[in-house]
């Protein structure tokens, strides 16, 4: 696999906040070796556990972005970074390298995968397919999210606008939790995301000075949080160059 990635270090140390995506390709039976060669044995065993073909290639495209990204910034080889889980889940680094303190996360659909990079700030990445708000039923607003951001899309007359904002805050809101680290253990009711601020209304959280940034990207919606607002949010969509004769 072979990436064409940006200077990520000098990105980061100049203070952004880096989201790279890249859309996810089938994999050959003949490049599986070579694609799943950053991952190591735990991550290429949940791969294969996948059911759908689909899940499975995303996977290994995230995994491998992250491995690869890391090593990016930071000196050592994709297949040897080792990561823990905080006690939500939020994967990150053991034994990360002194003096620079880098923080990621990951996100995965179908057809297409994010990692987000920063340092000294907590991150959270989600990218989701556009056509989801078919399948979503903005009615799930009701039930979890703020009752300001409930009305305001109830509100909307018209349906596709509905369901876009619907997504957009529903991307948005699963970065910030993901930033967070506590997944859904933390109500997505809990606090409300202002659309047109890009910013977070929540007093009693500490998140209104996050920094929020989201992108479409082709199909999909790619949106990030971080938990300090002087980073700059830059967005990178990779090429993935594959070597097929
Ligand atoms: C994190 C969470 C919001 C992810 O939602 P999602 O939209 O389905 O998935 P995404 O593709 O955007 O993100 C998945 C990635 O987020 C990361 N992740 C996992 N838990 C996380 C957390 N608590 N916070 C931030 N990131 C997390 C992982 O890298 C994961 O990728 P992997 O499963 O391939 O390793 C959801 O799975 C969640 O809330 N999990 C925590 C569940 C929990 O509370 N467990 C309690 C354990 S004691």
């Known amino acids: 696999m072979n990436l064409d990635l940006p200077p990520l270090r000098r990105w980061l140390i100049e203070r952004a906040v880096v989201v790279l995506s890249l859309a996810v390709d089938p994999v050959l039976p003949a490049e599986w070796e070579a694609r799943c060669?950053?991952?190591?044995?735990?991550?290429?065993?949940?791969?294969?556990?996948?059911?759908?073909?689909?899940?499975?290639h995303a996977y290994v495209a995230a995994h491998a972005l992250l491995r690869h990204s890391l090593s990016a910034v930071i000196p050592g080889e994709p297949a040897d970074w080792r990561f823990m889980a905080g006690p939500f889940g939020k994967p990150r680094l053991i034994d990360p390298p002194p003096g620079l303190d880098l923080r990621f996360n990951l996100s995965h659909c179908r057809s297409r995968v994010a990692v987000a990079l920063a340092l000294r700030a907590e991150v959270?990445?989600?990218?989701?397919?556009?056509?989801?708000?078919?399948?979503?039923?903005p009615g799930i607003a009701d039930a979890c999210f703020a009752p300001d951001e409930a009305a305001t899309l109830r509100a909307m007359g018209d349906e596709v606008l509905r369901r876009e904002q619907f997504l957009r805050l529903w991307t948005l809101k699963e970065a910030c939790i993901k930033a967070t680290g506590r997944g859904l253990s933390q109500p997505l009711n809990a606090f409300?995301?202002?659309?047109?601020?890009?910013?977070?209304r929540s007093p009693q959280l500490a998140m209104i000075h996050w920094r929020l940034a989201q992108w479409q990207v082709g199909e999909h919606l790619v949106a990030v949080a971080v938990d300090w607002p002087y980073l700059t949010p830059v967005c990178f969509i990779h090429r993935l160059l594959v070597n097929r004769h």
């Open 192 to 200: 409300s995301i202002d659309l047109d601020r890009l910013s977070v």
């Open 37 to 56: 060669a950053p991952l190591n044995p735990a991550e290429r065993e949940r791969a294969q556990a996948f059911y759908f073909e689909s899940d499975r």
């Open 124 to 137: 959270g990445v989600d990218v989701e397919a556009l056509d989801r708000t078919a399948r979503l039923d």
